[in-house]
């Protein structure tokens, strides 16, 4: 009985370690990269890092300032351009970014891409807040329903995202979820593969992962309607919105646009007669495409063909 | 739980260390484990039908214990057919019910006359077919005095629900195995790593075979008008290789399992696609089917004793009913019929006995002749199991006419890797063909351990990361 178990459990031990191995020589998992919360609270990537998408189908990388994608040449009439993981993009390759693309159209600006899974409207703002140490001359930021509703503490406390309370007029920063756990799940590899059949999605093929977290679409209520309101009186209120824009998703509905329109803010909602064909996956309608990307760089680079920015 | 769970990955490790390590110094505590196992094991998959096993249970077990006292030649056989009525009363209702109803209701509007009936909402509870059968062996062996009748309820029970073979057998014969519940099981070494080898090709047949074939023979049978006839031939063919995998793996899976815990299970697929004639594949596939069909139902009906006629009558009764057992439907009963038809010229010839041991025992390869055998027996195969798969007779038939136009184009993408997991799945059943399973005995082939471990790391690394879409096992719905 004793040499059984002893046997079995070596051999589960070289399982084990061959199958570690293999995720690891075919790049099955994707890479997770590491964060960390700054000084100003801003939750960033640790600079300098870089990995595997799924498949090893392309790679991603964590520039020097902790971002996601190339950092522009100079920074020169610098316009940031902030969101989620649709900015993020490490689902395309990095020719497929939003900013490698609008600073290789030539155009007058310098585009910086501060994108990171999981980002609310809130803390957009608040990054935008602390991006203006390089002096950006625009700075916009990417929008889908979702990320109102994540800023709003009072519609569902979420940790790990910066959330505004509107009862309370306080902003609360996310912290850093079980990051001892995450860098165990993380750095063993198996693991982390596993985990998603776990949860009932296979390895591999799953279109929403830790770094795809597709926010859920929601029927937008009066409640919500009105805490949006809210949010977005906070907003016009307690930033210089003067110099941002928000790009609006093409499939954000009319009530949001409008909630936008009535707190004077900047915005512009990308338009597309096919918003399928933007989407990273018939199911993924969070995530764009490299031609999603292609085509909202279109539209970003005609909108600044425009003098000036026009206030709605 | 299925096998090919994550649940059950977490179950039989526990069951197996309280059953060796807690429970070892006492035979009835080892069989109470037993029996709470198996009720977690089907309660997991349903709780309320835990019910029917019980009462099943408890009917057979009084039947038996009735049996033992009755010496009253009629009264025993009211009790014989109270069993009997009882096991296939659970049947006709989950099982048959329906189908009866709908086809009764057909036939009289042929005639003209419309009739009405309230069909059942029922689901069919996973693996009846499997332990009703069992309980009604221990019944009809005990009636027939061939087996002393247990005092033993919890030996019983766990003969009746043993979790490794509840839902889809192999289906056990009482004579065989509730006497291994009366004894003290050892653990021994060879047996339990025995056991795991044949888990793990039980594995690699279901998760890598089955369930990758399963996703091409599912496109082909659900869109059959819009393929051609050569991928249609190829998505026959994937599902020939699918109910082989699907099944034989789930009774590797089984018989390893109920190694690991002392017993011995009969084999139940002895490599069926390496037969030279019919006969001989239905002395390999599904044994444990077709000997108690044999035992209970062809030698009760006279056997082969009666001369050819009566052989004849009995093989189509027995392909019949077979047929039925798989399934409420006229697809298992052609099916059934198909294979009655294609056995008969050995059974009016009386060659259904000549080919009793295994091809080319004397030589590592066939001869071109058992060769071409074993080729014509497995396309006959491939032609029936059309009717099993189908969702009807007349789509099995459309299916087999589109397969004949002449199109040698395969307008599906399939993956090399598939037919590449094939051969290996035939490379290694040819090799081990004489033994019980392909990782028989393997140390006789490969007598070097870390080479053994290298054949088995392949097979882990094969079953984690070419899965194909898990899939049912297709038995349990029977």
């Not at chain 1, 338009?271 to 018939?282: E, V």
């Not at chain 2, 214990?65 to 056989?77: D, H, M």
């Not at chain 2, 003969?159 to 289906?171: D, E, N, R, Y």
Request: one cysteine or more; charged letters at 20%.
């Amino acid at each position: 009985m004793k040499k059984y178990i002893v046997r079995i459990l070596f051999f589960g031990i070289v399982a084990f370690i061959s199958v570690e191995t293999f995720i690891r020589v075919k790049h099955l998992n994707i890479d997770v990269p590491t964060r960390q919360i700054n000084e100003e609270g801003i939750q960033l990537y640790n600079p300098n890092q870089n990995g595997y998408w799924s498949n090893a189908s392309h790679s991603w990388q964590i520039n020097e300032e902790g971002w996601p994608g190339k950092l522009p040449h100079s920074r020169d009439s610098l316009i940031t351009l902030i969101g989620d993981s649709h900015i993020e993009n490490f689902m395309n390759p990095i020719e497929c970014n939003l900013e490698t693309i609008l600073n290789e159209k030539k155009i007058r600006y310098n585009f910086f891409a501060a994108g990171r899974s999981g980002v609310s409207l809130i803390e957009a703002l608040e990054i935008s807040d602390y991006l203006k140490k390089y002096k950006p001359v625009k700075q916009f930021i990417f929008v889908k329903e979702g990320d109102l509703k994540e800023s709003i503490q009072e519609l569902g406390i979420k940790e790990d995202i910066t959330q505004l309370s509107l009862k309370n007029k306080i902003i609360i920063n996310g912290q850093l979820k079980s990051p001892g756990l995450k860098k165990i799940v993380y750095n063993i590899k198996t693991l982390y593969y596993y985990k998603n059949s776990l949860v009932g999605i296979r390895p591999g093929s799953s279109p929403k992962s830790k770094l795809t977290n597709s926010k859920e679409k929601h029927i937008l209520n009066e409640t919500d309607k009105i805490y949006y309101h809210q949010l977005l009186k906070y907003v016009f209120e307690n930033y210089n919105t003067s110099e941002i824009t928000f790009f609006l998703h093409p499939e954000t509905t009319k009530s949001v646009e409008d909630i936008f329109k009535n707190n004077n803010l900047n915005y512009y909602k990308f338009i597309t007669a096919s918003p399928k064909k933007w989407r990273n996956s018939p199911q993924d309608e969070s995530h764009w495409s490299c031609y999603g990307h292609q085509q909202a760089a279109i539209q970003v680079a005609a909108f600044l063909g425009e003098k000036e920015v026009v206030k709605k | 739980m299925f096998f090919n769970s994550i649940d059950f990955a977490i179950f039989l490790p526990i069951v197996f260390v309280l059953y060796w390590l807690v429970m070892n110094k006492n035979l009835k505590l080892q069989n109470v484990l037993i029996v709470v196992s198996s009720y977690v094991f089907y309660g997991w998959w349903d709780w309320k039908f835990l019910t029917l096993i019980l009462f099943s249970t408890l009917v057979d077990y009084f039947v038996g214990v009735g049996l033992s006292k009755e010496k009253n030649q009629i009264k025993r056989k009211i009790l014989l057919w109270t069993s009997i009525l009882v096991n296939l009363g659970f049947l006709g209702v989950f099982k048959y019910y329906n189908f009866f109803l709908d086809n009764f209701i057909e036939a009289f509007s042929f005639f003209g006359t419309k009739i009405k009936g309230n069909s059942l909402n029922v689901i069919l509870p996973v693996g009846i077919s499997f332990y009703t059968f069992q309980t009604l062996s221990y019944s009809i062996d005990v009636y027939k005095q061939k087996l002393e009748p247990t005092k033993d309820f919890i030996a019983f029970a766990a003969f009746v629900t043993f979790f490794p073979q509840l839902v889809a057998g192999p289906i056990e014969r009482a004579t065989h195995l509730l006497p291994q519940f009366y004894t003290k099981r050892k653990f021994e070494y060879n047996k339990a790593v025995d056991g795991m080898r044949q888990i793990l090709w039980g594995l690699f047949k279901k998760i890598v075979i089955a369930d990758n074939c399963a996703e091409f023979a599912n496109l082909a049978f659900n869109n059959s008008d819009d393929y051609s006839g050569s991928t249609l031939v190829l998505g026959a063919i994937f599902f020939t290789f699918q109910i082989y995998c699907d099944f034989s793996g789930y009774s590797d899976i089984a018989i390893g399992t109920s190694r690991l815990f002392g017993f011995d299970l009969m084999q139940n697929f002895n490599f069926p696609y390496f037969s030279r004639d019919m006969a001989e594949f239905w002395r390999r596939w599904h044994i444990s089917l077709s000997t108690w069909f044999r035992d209970y139902l062809y030698i009760p009906l006279g056997g082969s004793k009666g001369g050819t006629w009566m052989k004849v009558r009995n093989t189509f009764i027995i392909f019949i009913v077979s047929g039925f057992w798989h399934g409420a439907n006229w697809t298992f009963i052609v099916w059934g019929l198909l294979n009655a038809l294609y056995i008969m010229p050995s059974i009016i010839f009386s060659t259904n006995r000549n080919n009793l041991n295994i091809v080319a025992s004397e030589s590592f390869l066939p001869s071109i002749k058992e060769s071409l055998k074993i080729l014509f027996t497995f396309l006959l195969t491939v032609l029936a199991w059309i009717f099993f798969r189908a969702n009807s007779v007349s789509h099995a038939i459309s299916y087999i006419i589109n397969m004949f136009t002449w199109n040698t184009h395969v307008n599906m993408d399939i993956p090399a890797k598939l037919f590449f997991l094939i051969s290996i799945l035939f490379l290694m059943e040819w090799i081990a063909r004489k033994k019980l399973f392909a990782l028989s005995e393997i140390q006789l082939i490969l007598p070097l351990w870390y080479i053994r471990w290298v054949l088995y790391l392949f097979l882990v690394l094969c079953i984690l990361f070419s899965a194909g879409k898990q899939q049912d096992f297709i038995y349990f719905q029977f």
